[in-house]
């Protein structure tokens, strides 16, 4: 995957040396979103638009698949189902949050060729530095499909009502692809719930910074319905 990232032409963070399984980058000062929020709303969408249109270009034959990104969200609608309906979501109505998974379910799966993904976009994973996002790190889900995995961090990483800017900067009106991309965020934005609520009882694994992120996710995907 190190080799994948490399033909990537991506400016920053420019790799200084790949092989099969890592790479090595410059450093990109700053720190990871989810403990320092981004305050320049439209610069951010657009720095987080310019990336991903540099990045989203036809995968080959051969790139990797990932069973949990890029793949179709009735991938997930047990687990999705399970975690509605189990849930409690304090001030936020699991209607409201199940309306935006299912429509995303019910959206036309993506048809045209796979591109290359992230995969991985989360608060953790990015870098802040002067409110605005100077970086992206941790490739390690690096995989092809459906860009709408990657799309959902319009509502992961970027300050409310930015979503709209983000989408218009990267290029796209397709409403489908929009509306998969806000039931992926969705989606993840339970992994970060779940993740922070592991943290704040001390579990292997958690990460209280995480809970928070996941909840703002929700907020934004629930306010964003003009989208």
Not at 46 to 58: M, N, S, V, W
Not at 163 to 192: C, K, N, Q, V
Request: hydrophobic share 45%; net charge negative.
């Amino acid at each position: 995957m190190g080799s994948a990232v490399c033909q990537v032409d991506v400016v920053r963070p420019s790799a200084v040396r790949c092989a099969a399984a890592w790479t090595v980058v410059e450093w990109v000062p700053g720190d990871p979103a989810d403990r320092v929020p981004v305050t320049r709303a439209d610069h951010a969408a657009d720095a987080l638009a310019g990336f991903l249109r540099a990045l989203h270009r036809p995968a080959p034959a051969d790139a990797p698949a990932n069973p949990d990104r890029g793949v179709p969200l009735a991938t997930f609608a047990s687990r999705v189902e399970e975690t509605l309906r189990t849930t409690d979501f304090g001030e936020f109505a699991t209607d409201d949050i199940r309306e935006v998974w299912e429509a995303g379910l019910a959206a036309p799966v993506r048809q045209e060729p796979a591109l290359w993904l992230h995969g991985d976009l989360h608060p953790a994973n990015v870098v802040v530095a002067d409110g605005t996002l100077t970086g992206v790190v941790d490739f390690g889900e690096l995989c092809a499909g459906d860009p709408a995995t990657d799309l959902s961090a319009a509502w992961m990483l970027l300050p409310d009502g930015a979503a709209a800017r983000f989408l218009e900067s990267y290029g796209t009106h397709d409403t489908a692809l929009i509306t998969r991309a806000r039931a992926w965020a969705t989606a993840r934005a339970f992994g970060l719930i779940a993740i922070g609520q592991a943290g704040d009882q001390g579990l292997p694994g958690g990460k209280p910074t995480w809970g928070p992120a996941g909840w703002a996710t929700l907020r934004r995907v629930l306010a964003d319905t003009g989208t």
